[in-house]
Each structure stands twice: as C-alpha cells, then as structure tokens.
C-alpha cells in the first residue's frame, strides 16, 4: 500500500511478483521497476466501470446540485479508485481547488454499505462498480425503480500484476498462464 515500501521490497528482491491497484501502479512506474504482466480482479474483470447513483425522487441534474450532501464510495476491492474518479467529477463541475470541501465522502469496503442507505434516504449519493449493481439489481429488481444512475465512468484498470523487471521470462510466462486458467 504504501509505494516507498513497495520500492524498497522490489529493490531489496524480497518480492518478485506484487499485485498492485492501478493508481499505486502509476505512482512508482516511472522507477522502472516493474513489467506489468496480468491485469485482474477477480470476478469482475480486469476494468470497471463506477457508477455514481442517486435516488430517482432527488432529480440530480448536476455535479453541483451534490454540493454539501452525503456520498459513500465503495472502495472495497478497488483501493483509491473511485475517490479519485470522483475527485475528477468534482474538479470538472467546480474548481480543482473546491475538491476537498464539495462533499462529505464516506468510503466503505463493499457495495451494499453504499447501496442501501442511498436506497433508504439515509444518504444521497453512492458510487459502487457496474458490476456490483448489476449484482444488486438481480437480488432486488425495486432498486431500479427507486434509484438511478447520474453518471459513469469509461472502464478503468482496477488491478495489476507486475514482475520485477530482471524477473526470469519464462517463469514470469508460466505464472501468467497458470493465474489466467485459474480466473
């Protein structure tokens, strides 16, 4: 999680292979310590796509009609991701320097934290994967008829596997293949 130490860990040749989200990727790629070989995350895919939803009744017309209400991000199983999608929203509706004090966010670690109280009107707003309200919808067809989605992301690298880049080729090939099968 912290990149320093994932530096030093790939330095040192203490990890050879490390799963990374995409954003801690972007963060140490420039030290030329990694060949990126997989992308996954799980059951989903390796993109995702980020919903932000509201409640149908609150007639949501704009980023800026969030100003000052309640936003849960799912960021379970896709680290900072769908803060800093949202941080990007913001800053394209307000000023970049209006970012920090637009909204309270709450990050939680799955869906259904972020789902059910916009769903309830306990908050406003959520920001969840496609692939989880998909989910949700086939659990609970009303959640369509009560919420509905203002915006979306483009699909987004969530995760990654990278070697160390003196990591031996053919090893490298047999793990990729091996954890492909395995997906």
């Known amino acids: 999680s912290d990149p320093k130490k994932l530096i030093d860990s790939i330095e040192g040749g203490s990890n050879d292979l490390v799963g990374l989200f995409a954003y801690q ?3 140490i790629e420039d030290r030329s310590l990694l060949r990126p070989a997989i992308v996954t995350d799980g059951k989903h895919g390796s993109l995702s796509t ?7 009744a609150d007639n949501v017309r704009s ?3 969030l100003r000052d209400k309640n936003i849960i991000v799912d960021t379970g199983g896709h ?5 800093i999608w949202l941080a990007t929203q913001i800053a394209a509706a307000t000023s970049p320097a209006d970012v920090a004090n637009f909204a309270t966010v709450t990050p939680v670690q799955t869906p259904v934290r972020a789902l059910l109280p916009v769903y309830f009107g306990k908050a406003d ?3 969840i994967s496609r692939g989880a309200y998909i989910d949700a ?6 959640i369509q008829t009560k919420l509905e989605v ?7 690298l969530v995760s990654l596997f990278g070697f160390r880049r003196d990591f031996d080729l053919v090893a490298a090939e ?3 293949t091996n954890a492909l099968r395995s997906n």
Do not use: D, M, Q, V
């Open 63 to 65: 980023i800026e009609s």
């Open 150 to 156: 203002y915006t979306h992301s483009k699909p987004l």
């Open 50 to 56: 980020f919903l932000l939803i509201t409640r149908r």
């Open 79 to 83: 680290g900072e991701l769908p803060l």
């Open 137 to 142: 919808n086939s659990l609970n067809a009303e």
């Open 174 to 176: 047999r793990i990729t």
């Open 25 to 27: 990727y972007l963060e």
């Open 125 to 127: 707003a959520c920001i």
